[in-house]
């Protein structure tokens, strides 16, 4: 697959736009998660609150996605009670490693592709699910999003793709 061509940023901890683009995306990571839970396993299923902070830290850069991973679930929770506080230590630790890795990705590789995008889903799962293994003791826990999550990965890759390339052109 041919990279696109589009522009990606890193933008500064002390630019208004790291937290204006952050609350963007934190909006995106509540509103998609609630349109998910409107259907059964939704949320286990389509791993949306995972989207924008993909798209964050790809296309802004790790500091963007870094306040997105962490606000998003915290939000949520507040807000919702989902995700459930027992299991903000794991998803906060798996938006975390999403937003680092794609920060990486990001700015090592300076373009998008299916491919690269496909790469930070799996490492972030990958490292994700190691320490989650850790946090709760149970590997079938913590092997949930390889088992029910796999539509939300390919959201996120494919979703992601399109999003980074056709919709944010600037």
Request: net charge positive.
């Amino acid at each position: 697959m041919e990279a696109a061509a589009v522009k990606l940023y890193s933008l500064s901890a002390k630019s208004y736009k790291t937290y204006l683009f952050a609350t963007l995306f934190v909006a995106g990571n509540i509103i998609l998660p609630q349109l998910f839970h409107l259907t059964d396993l939704g949320g286990r299923m389509f791993l949306p609150i995972y989207f924008f902070t993909l798209i964050a830290a790809y296309k802004y850069g790790w500091k963007v996605g870094l306040i997105t991973a962490i606000m998003s679930p915290l939000v949520n929770s507040a807000l919702f009670g989902m995700p459930m506080v027992a299991f903000l230590p794991a998803i906060i630790t798996k938006s975390v490693l999403l937003a680092l890795f794609a920060g990486l990705f990001a700015h090592h590789f300076k373009n998008v592709t299916l491919l690269l995008l496909a790469g930070v889903v799996l490492s972030y799962q990958v490292v994700g699910t190691l320490i989650e293994w850790a946090i709760v003791g149970d590997f079938v826990i913590a092997t949930s999003d390889f088992r029910i999550g796999v539509p939300g990965m390919l959201l996120q890759i494919f979703g992601g793709y399109l999003f980074i390339k056709h919709l944010i052109k600037n």
